[in-house]
C-alpha cells in the first residue's frame, strides 16, 4: 500500500518560509519523480514542482519559480519543498505525489495533503 506523510505546513506571513516533507512507503522511491501540488480555494489542483529520480531534473510552476525549491533523500525516502519569499495566494492545500512518467508530470499517487496559509 502506497502511502506518502506530508509535514510542515502552517501559517506563515507574507515574506516568510516553510519546508514541507514527505515520507513515501510502499512505492519505489528511489526509481520515480516526487512532487507537490496544490489545491487553492475555488481552484483546481495545480503543479507546484517535481524532482526526476535520476539526472538532477526538477520542474517548477512559472508562479513559483526562484521562490520554491524541490529537493529529495533517496536513503531517507523523503521529499522536500522549500518554499522562500510566500505570498497570500500560495495559500493552499499542498498534496505530496509520486510520478512514474517524467513526461507527463501526472500523479500516480498523492499524500493526504497539509494546509499552508500565508497572511498578508
Known amino acids: 500500500q502506497v502511502q506518502l506523510v506530508e509535514s510542515g505546513g502552517g501559517l506563515v506571513q507574507a515574506g516568510g518560509s516553510l519546508r514541507l516533507s514527505c515520507v513515501a512507503s510502499?512505492?519505489?522511491?528511489?526509481?520515480?519523480?516526487i512532487g507537490w501540488f496544490r489545491q487553492r480555494p475555488g481552484k483546481e489542483p495545480e503543479f507546484v514542482g517535481a524532482?526526476?529520480?535520476?539526472?538532477?531534473?526538477?520542474a517548477y510552476a512559472d508562479s513559483v519559480k526562484g521562490r520554491f525549491t524541490v529537493a529529495r533523500d533517496n536513503a531517507r525516502r523523503t521529499g522536500y519543498l522549500q518554499m522562500d519569499y510566500l505570498r497570500p495566494e500560495d495559500t493552499a492545500i499542498y498534496y505530496c505525489?509520486?510520478?512514474?512518467?517524467?513526461?507527463?508530470?501526472?500523479?500516480?499517487?498523492w499524500g493526504q495533503g497539509t494546509q499552508v496559509t500565508v497572511s498578508s
Open positions: 524532482a526526476r529520480w535520476i539526472g538532477g531534473d526538477k
Open positions: 505525489v509520486i510520478i512514474v512518467n517524467w513526461a507527463t508530470q501526472k500523479p500516480d499517487y
Open positions: 510502499g512505492v519505489s522511491f528511489n526509481t520515480n519523480t
